[in-house]
Each structure stands twice: as C-alpha cells, then as structure tokens.
C-alpha cells in the first residue's frame, strides 16, 4: 500500500485506519512463520521542520515455532512508532514501513511449554538443568559433604 505524500497540505495530516495485509515474501526468510491481522492506526502530517512526521500504533499477531517444541504458536505485539521522514521522500511503502517495526517485535526464544516432563520421545527426554546435575555428573560423590 503506497502513500502518496505529495496530497498533504502544511495544515492537513493523512489519517490512517487499516489492516495491512504484510506479503509473504517480506518475512519468507525470517522466524515469523505468518503474520495475521497486522492493523495500524495514526497519522502523517508535516512538523516545523517541514518534515513528515509519523504516529501510528501497529499490532497484530505473528506466527512463531516454539523455541522448545517446534510447535506454530501465535505471538501477539504492539508498538508505537513515532517517525520523522524527510520531505524529499514523495510515497510511502507502508508494508515496507511497518515490516521495520515489525522485525523489531520478534522475540528471540518464545515458548509456550509448560513442562519439560511433556517433553520426551523415542530414545530421549528433556530434562532440567537440575536433573542434569544430579544424574550426569560423574564428579557428585567426590564433592558431597
């Protein structure tokens, strides 16, 4: 979706109410496995300056693997934005734009995993550090009091 910022007047501001639909291939090569309901809410108008000034608030939800289970789990975010774009720029991509503030709201872990008791299959099980500790350590008896 371009905006064209050529139709703002030094007294007008550009209101924005949508739901942007982010293509795939913005986020294909990234941990998002989709974004869904992606909406941004704000506006554009011109500052002191003469620069465009940019408040908008972006949420939505991101589809994510869980960082323990592999599982696709949703990922809710919301963020402000409050940008100075210079005057000389004449659109604006707002896919583009937002897809900026967007990468910055991906977590690096996320789980939704409870217990790691769930967490076992054919030949192997997680386990806590704890039970690491006590159960592999071939060194335990020799520190004991």
């Known amino acids: 979706m371009n905006i064209d ?3 703002l007047n030094y007294k007008d501001e550009i ?3 949508e739901t942007i639909d982010i293509p795939k291939e913005i986020y294909e090569n990234t941990e998002i496995v989709e974004l869904k309901n992606v909406h941004c809410e704000g506006t554009i108008k ?3 300056e003469d620069d465009f000034e940019i408040l908008m608030n972006v949420s939505g939800e991101m589809i994510l693997h869980d960082s323990i ?3 696709e789990i949703p990922y809710s975010f919301n963020t402000e934005i409050e940008e100075i774009l210079e005057n000389s720029n004449k659109t604006l991509d707002l ?3 937002l897809w900026h503030y967007i990468v910055l709201e991906i ?3 996320y789980t939704t995993c409870d217990s790691l008791k769930k967490l076992e299959g054919d030949g192997y099980q ?3 550090e704890e039970e690491y500790k006590d159960n592999n350590n071939p ?3 020799f520190f004991k009091e």
Do not use: R
């Open 46 to 48: 011109y500052n002191i």
């Open 126 to 128: 997680v386990i806590s």
């Open 15 to 17: 209101k924005i109410n």
């Open 95 to 97: 896919c583009e734009f």
């Open 69 to 71: 289970d592999y599982k």
């Open 139 to 141: 060194f335990k008896d």
């Open 5 to 7: 910022l050529l139709q």
């Open 107 to 109: 977590p690096l872990k």
